[in-house]
């Protein structure tokens, strides 16, 4: 069974900030694609950010500069850190694994993580 589960958000004022870590567990981590999504108040959940299991990333552009996904095969975490950070970036962040050969017709997604920027 897959499982992703996130770790690092939290309250912070613009400018500051804040690292987020999933965990994955239940597959191969070394092979698999995963990613970020956010979710502001109101609106649609939104691509953030993906790294391949080579290390290519990804980012919308809304964050280029500001952010850096990167990923630790050996402790099967994916880490985003979010830095410049602005108020239009509060939501909800996730996780997120899409479907992909070898590993998993389904995508799977983690209980989400707030994070809260202050103007």
């Known amino acids: 069974q897959v499982q992703l589960v996130e770790s690092g958000g939290g309250l912070v004022q613009a400018g500051g900030s804040l690292r987020l870590s999933c965990t994955v567990s239940?597959?191969?981590?070394?092979?698999?694609?995963v990613g970020w999504h956010r979710q502001a108040p109101g609106k649609q959940r939104d691509m953030v950010a993906t790294i391949t299991s080579g290390s290519t990333t990804n980012y919308a552009d809304s964050v280029k500069g500001r952010f850096t996904i990167s990923r630790d095969n050996a402790k099967n975490t994916v880490y985003l850190q979010m830095n410049s950070l602005k108020p239009e970036d509060t939501g909800i962040y996730y996780c997120y694994m899409p479907p992909q050969p070898l590993v998993s017709n389904r995508e799977y997604w983690g209980q989400g993580t707030q994070v809260t920027v202050s103007s």
């Open positions: 239940g597959t191969v981590f070394s092979i698999v694609m």
